[in-house]
């Protein structure tokens, strides 16, 4: 248990429907983090927000839509995927940005998405 | 951004000490060096840190070369449980570089 909670574990959903991912942290932590990992790649950023605003789009697409209501949730709206976008979506929280010196980032156990 | 390279694998035997090395020739003299480990079918999670001196928590030790141009990992009596994919960032305390960026990293298999 690493304090971040996602769900839900595993989700199948055809590419017209819209589904939402759920993350929560009860950290007190003020940023958070959606993580991309495909089979056999190495994990890619997707978004990253700090005191609940967007700091970072690293060019995911549009279908993609990201939202964090308050510092202990984060949410990742999904709607017309693509197959290609069947992976391993990880959601991590850490305190502060740009402190590497004391920057611990915990990782959630992930949503294991497949896309029909 | 300086980058990192890892062995794609190694292999230990359980209750053996495990050294994962990691180069990191381009480091910079603000980049903190972290690792990672990733267990099958788990989110990464932290393992331990370090800028110049080398460090001890319950997990592992770090040990970073002088020059810190390369930094090891060691793990001093695997456990079956250790196994998985153990990744080394450089992590800069300036500016807004607060991604983690991961590499391919090192798979680890514990051999019983």
């Known amino acids: 248990e690493t304090g971040v909670t996602q769900t839900p574990r595993h989700l199948v959903m055809g590419m017209t429907n819209k589904k939402s991912l759920k993350c929560e942290q009860h950290?007190?932590?003020?940023?958070m983090y959606w993580y991309k990992q495909s089979a056999k790649k190495p994990l890619e950023l997707m978004f990253v927000?700090?005191?609940?605003?967007?700091?970072e789009n690293n060019s995911v697409p549009s279908r993609f839509s990201p939202e964090c209501p308050n510092s202990s949730h984060l949410f990742l709206h999904l709607h017309t995927l693509q197959p290609e976008d069947s992976a391993l979506y990880l959601c991590?929280?850490?305190?502060?940005?740009?402190?590497?010196?004391?920057?611990?980032?915990?990782f959630g156990q992930g949503t294991r998405l497949t896309v029909v | 951004d300086a980058k990192t390279t890892q062995p794609n694998s190694m292999e230990s035997n359980e209750e053996e000490p495990v050294h994962l090395p990691c180069n990191h020739s381009?480091?910079?003299?603000?980049?903190?060096i972290h690792w990672y480990r990733q267990l099958p079918s788990q989110g990464p999670e932290y393992v331990i840190h370090?800028?110049?001196s080398n460090v001890n928590n319950r997990m592992a030790s770090l040990a970073i070369a002088e020059d810190r141009k390369s930094s090891t990992l060691i793990l001093h009596r695997a456990t079956l449980r250790d196994a998985a994919v153990y990744y080394c960032?450089?992590?800069?305390?300036?500016?807004?570089?607060?991604?983690?960026?991961f590499g391919k990293g090192t798979l680890l298999t514990v051999n019983p």
């Open positions: 991590a929280s850490s305190q502060g940005l740009g402190r590497a010196q004391n920057t611990e980032a915990f």
């Open positions: 950290l007190g932590h003020n940023a």
């Open positions: 927000y700090s005191l609940e605003e967007r700091v």
């Open positions: 381009t480091i910079s003299g603000t980049d903190y």
């Open positions: 370090g800028l110049t």
């Open positions: 960032i450089l992590l800069n305390s300036g500016g807004s570089n607060y991604k983690l960026t």
